[in-house]
Structures are given as structure tokens and as C-alpha cells.
């Protein structure tokens, strides 16, 4: 006959095994938010490294009007460029690049970087 006392009954097994499967879900579901994470990270430095181009380009040629294109568009971002000419100080622009961009959940993000030149 088989004493009780030594080894675990159907419960305890089923709740060890509750107990585990709860714990491997959580670890699934913080490796999902960490690889979200990491593309959000690297989709926003190439948003940054996208406008700090844009604006270096159009700090040397000097006009944000000579630029042949103000919105450059590729697969996953948009860059568009504007302009505007500060009221009482001749030759001084503003300009605006702004790159925007759509998550893997939908969401739409924008980066802007604004700088003034002299033309």
C-alpha cells in the first residue's frame, strides 16, 4: 500500500505546473515588449540621423528654397521640410524637418529638428 505522506499529490503537481506556465508566459511577454523596444529605439535614430542629414544638406546650399525636394519619402519614413523667412531680419530662415513614421502597432511617430540659416 502506498503511505501519503511520501510524495505529491495530483494538486500540488497541477499547481507547481500552474504555477511554471504563468512564469514562462511573463518571461514570453517581456522578451515581446523588449524586441518592440528595440525597434522603436532604432527607428527613432534613423529619424534622427534622417533630419540631421536633411538639415546639413540644406545648411550647405545655403537656401532651404534651392533644395530640389522638400519631402523625401521612403518605406517606412517621411521627411518633409519647411521653411520660413523670420519677420525684420533679412537672410535669416527657419527651417523645419520633421521625419514621421508608422510603428509595428500602428502608431504613427514624429521627430523635428529646427535650425536657422543665413542665405
Known amino acids: 500500500m502506498w503511505n501519503k505522506r511520501f510524495g505529491f499529490g ?24 523588449i524586441i518592440f523596444q528595440e525597434e522603436e529605439i532604432s527607428h527613432m535614430t534613423e529619424a534622427l540621423t534622417l533630419a540631421r542629414t536633411r538639415l546639413a544638406e540644406i545648411y550647405a546650399a545655403r537656401s ?31 527651417v523645419l524637418v520633421t521625419v514621421s513614421w508608422d510603428d ?7 521627430l523635428s529638428l529646427s535650425s536657422q540659416i543665413v542665405h
Open 10 to 33: 495530483v494538486i500540488e503537481v497541477m499547481v507547481a505546473l500552474l504555477i511554471t506556465s504563468v512564469g514562462i508566459i511573463g518571461i514570453f511577454q517581456v522578451q515581446q515588449l
Open 64 to 94: 532651404p528654397t534651392r533644395m530640389d525636394h522638400n519631402e523625401i519619402q521612403n518605406h517606412l519614413y517621411q521627411v518633409t521640410v519647411s521653411e520660413q523667412q523670420v519677420e525684420h531680419m533679412d537672410g535669416l530662415w527657419l
Open 104 to 110: 509595428l502597432r500602428g502608431g504613427t511617430h514624429q
